[in-house]
């Protein structure tokens, strides 16, 4: 089984709390050059909802979307926030405890949603329906869920996404397993697999790259994606050696991002 879809690793161990996706979040708030930021782009679409409205989110992870744009949460808003770890929920409720909001926090698996039938306005899959390793099923479930007029927002990337910082991986990592890092729901191919279940689908782009200023952010992120029994100290010593040539000969190094939307509706 792939690990992008292993629900046993993804919980026990990628998952099992929020630091390995907070390292990585970090790098994107830090250096993207896209001053509108990424959570904001998503939220320019779910306030297109109405004022009163209920939000399933699948794969929370650390609530990190909520906590950035909450002052642009609709006070109507009834907000169910689902992970299937309970390390990322953990997560969640601690970054969004101070806001005051009565969101409700719930470990829940796509592919079996414990709600009626036409219970939701909007379900948010955001970076997270790769993970799922019976996507049709869960595509199944969200529709169930949803309202007649309800609306689908899954984000995901494309194949040229962070493809320098993937060659950094393949080089430092010493278990490489075939297709570790393949994604089996990118821009390319999600337009079919949401087709399954969906006919009424718009695909947008997030226009965005990385400029890395700075070393120990990138080294962060290596780290937060291999484990360390697949990593080589050796080697990623060697990468940061190379790197920091890089860094002070042009000033910055330069990482692709290729991310986008499918705005799905019922």
């Known amino acids: 089984m792939q690990r992008f879809t292993d629900q046993k690793y993804l919980t026990q161990d990628q998952y099992k709390?929020?630091?390995?996706?907070?390292?990585?979040?970090?790098?994107?708030?830090?250096?993207?050059?896209?001053?509108?930021?990424?959570?904001?782009?998503i939220f320019d679409t779910l306030v297109k909802l109405p004022a009163e409205s209920k939000v399933l989110e699948l794969g929370c992870g650390s609530a990190e979307m909520w906590k950035e744009c909450?002052?642009?949460?609709?006070?109507?808003?009834?907000?169910?926030?689902?992970?299937?770890?309970?390390?990322?929920?953990?997560?969640?409720?601690?970054?969004?405890?101070?806001?005051?909001?009565?969101?409700?926090?719930?470990?829940?698996?796509?592919?079996?949603?414990?709600y009626g039938d036409k219970t939701f306005?909007?379900?948010?899959?955001?970076?997270?329906?790769?993970?799922?390793?019976?996507?049709?099923?869960?595509?199944?479930?969200?529709?169930?869920?949803?309202k007649d007029d309800g609306c689908l927002i899954?984000?995901?990337?494309?194949?040229?996404?962070?493809?320098?910082?993937?060659?950094?991986?393949?080089?430092?990592?010493?278990?490489?397993?075939?297709?570790?890092?393949?994604?089996?729901?990118?821009?390319?191919?999600?337009?079919?697999?949401?087709?399954?279940?969906?006919?009424?689908?718009?695909?947008?782009?997030?226009?965005?790259n990385l400029e890395v200023t700075e070393i120990d952010p990138l080294i962060a992120y290596i780290r937060s994606s291999i484990g360390a029994g697949d990593l080589s100290e050796e080697k990623l010593g060697e990468?940061?050696?190379?790197l920091t040539a890089v860094l002070e000969k042009e000033g910055k190094i330069f990482i692709t991002k290729d991310s986008g939307m499918f705005e799905v509706l019922k």
């Open 121 to 146: 306005d909007m379900v948010i899959a955001n970076h997270m329906l790769y993970h799922v390793p019976d996507r049709e099923k869960a595509l199944s479930e969200i529709k169930r869920v949803l």
């Open 154 to 208: 899954a984000t995901t990337v494309g194949n040229t996404h962070m493809q320098e910082m993937y060659r950094f991986l393949n080089y430092v990592n010493i278990n490489e397993r075939p297709g570790m890092f393949s994604n089996p729901f990118t821009l390319e191919n999600g337009l079919e697999q949401l087709q399954s279940a969906f006919s009424q689908i718009k695909k947008s782009q997030y226009v965005d």
């Open 17 to 41: 709390d929020a630091s390995n996706l907070d390292a990585r979040i970090a790098i994107h708030q830090k250096f993207s050059t896209n001053p509108q930021g990424w959570f904001n782009w």
């Open 70 to 114: 909450a002052s642009r949460i609709p006070a109507g808003w009834v907000i169910t926030l689902t992970d299937l770890s309970d390390g990322m929920l953990d997560a969640a409720w601690r970054n969004l405890v101070p806001l005051g909001r009565n969101f409700k926090f719930e470990q829940m698996d796509a592919q079996s949603i414990p």
């Open 239 to 242: 990468l940061k050696k190379d």
